[in-house]
């Protein structure tokens, strides 16, 4: 599995529909199960490229199997505005993407009930 997972994420942050679509294998696909989307590659650039704003993000976390790659990637905007996190599971077959399931989460705080029962502290300042 030769995939280099972050040139993929840095062609998907800088929406680079060209360099995206060289990772994928043709009949791949993109599940985003938080809104119940699934995408086919052509779907999948366009719903990224189309994107409203500039981004940028870092790979926090990543794991590779003999066929996958796990990433936890921290996206946000460039103006600062909006910032997600987003678990990909994705199967690689002969250095190219053939699936990815998605997870994502907007960043912010604490539910209100959470913080008035005063449980758990904060991972960053």
Not at 3 to 18: E, I, M, S, T
Not at 38 to 64: K, L, M, Q
Request: proline residues 2%; charged residues 30%.
């Amino acid at each position: 599995m030769e995939l280099d997972v972050k040139a993929f994420w840095d062609a998907v942050l800088r929406q680079d529909a060209d360099a995206i679509r060289g990772y994928f294998h043709p009949d791949a696909w993109v599940n985003w199960h938080n809104t119940n989307e699934h995408f086919a590659v052509e779907e999948f650039i366009r719903a990224n490229c189309e994107y409203p704003g500039e981004w940028d993000g870092e790979i926090e976390r990543s794991f590779t199997t003999d066929t996958h790659i796990i990433t936890a990637t921290h996206v946000y905007s460039k103006d600062q505005k909006m910032s997600f996190h987003v678990t990909s599971f994705m199967h690689v077959v002969e250095g190219k993407i053939a699936s990815v399931e998605e997870y994502w989460g907007d960043d912010g705080e604490a539910p209100q009930w959470r913080q008035d029962k005063k449980i758990g502290s904060k991972i960053k300042g």
